[in-house]
């Protein structure tokens, strides 16, 4: 079963706009975390925040911010003020290790496209 | 100096062929990573060590083999190589065990590993 879904498929949207990534994951775990990472046109996946399943505190970091929800199992991402050097494939993913060996399962990502 | 590395960056085969990934990390983590991600940018993790310990194999083909020296290693090698295992493959590396579910991975750059 899909544990990770990140429906968005790819998005576009204009520089300077504000563009919301979503994520819903599914998972037995009380304890767990939750990742967002970045894979720009280069390749390399970048990492951009970790959250754990007891902190539902949303987080700001300069034009990022993520909502997290246990209520709805979502954790969406949100850029404001899009950029072009935003334009990459964004992956959400969870570790859990209900099944006995921890691992991390990812999404299957969403590509944003910020257009000048 | 880069964290994790991988070589080569690009690889173009024949079908049958067999080859070998390198990757390394200066980062001293103990638990290193091989991921696949397809066309679709979809990401499935294949294996996992823990200071040379294979900790996690997900229903690879045991064509595939990771072999690690020391715990800074971690190699993959293919055996007869198909058109299906053409993909791009990431090394990762994060810190402490597999049983520590809230570390970050920090990726490699990519091999992108093309069949004919």
């Known amino acids: 079963a899909q544990k990770v879904t990140q429906a968005q498929t790819e998005i576009s949207v204009v520089e300077k706009e504000d563009v919301t990534l979503d994520c819903v994951y599914e998972?037995?775990?009380?304890?767990?975390?939750l990742f967002w990472y970045k894979q720009p046109p280069s390749g390399e996946l970048v990492f951009l925040i970790r959250?754990?399943?007891?902190?539902?505190q949303n987080e700001i970091s300069g034009r990022y911010s993520w909502n997290f929800q246990k209520s709805t199992s979502s954790f969406n991402f949100t850029i404001t003020a899009s950029q072009v050097v935003d334009s990459a494939v964004y992956f959400c993913?969870?570790?859990?290790?209900?099944?006995?060996?921890?691992?991390?399962?990812f999404g299957t990502g969403t590509r944003l496209k910020v257009l000048a | 100096d880069t964290a994790v590395s991988q070589t080569p960056k690009y690889l173009v085969t024949q079908m049958g062929n067999d080859k070998s990934i390198k990757c390394e990390q200066n980062l001293g983590h103990d638990t290193m990573y091989w991921y696949k991600q397809d066309s679709k940018k979809f990401l499935k993790i294949m294996f996992s060590?823990?200071?040379?310990?294979?900790?996690i194999n997900e229903t690879v083909p045991n064509r595939f083999s990771p072999k690690s020296p020391d715990k800074a290693h971690l190699n993959l090698h293919i055996n007869s190589l198909e058109l299906g295992d053409s993909a791009v493959y990431f090394c990762?590396?994060?810190?402490?065990?597999?049983?520590?579910?809230?570390?970050?991975?920090?990726f490699g750059s990519g091999t992108q590993l093309s069949v004919l």
């Open positions: 959250r754990n399943s007891f902190d539902e």
């Open positions: 990762a590396s994060s810190q402490g065990s597999t049983t520590i579910i809230n570390e970050k991975l920090f």
């Open positions: 998972t037995r775990d009380t304890t767990y975390y």
């Open positions: 993913a969870l570790s859990e290790g209900f099944s006995g060996t921890y691992k991390y399962i």
């Open positions: 060590y823990n200071n040379k310990e294979l900790i």
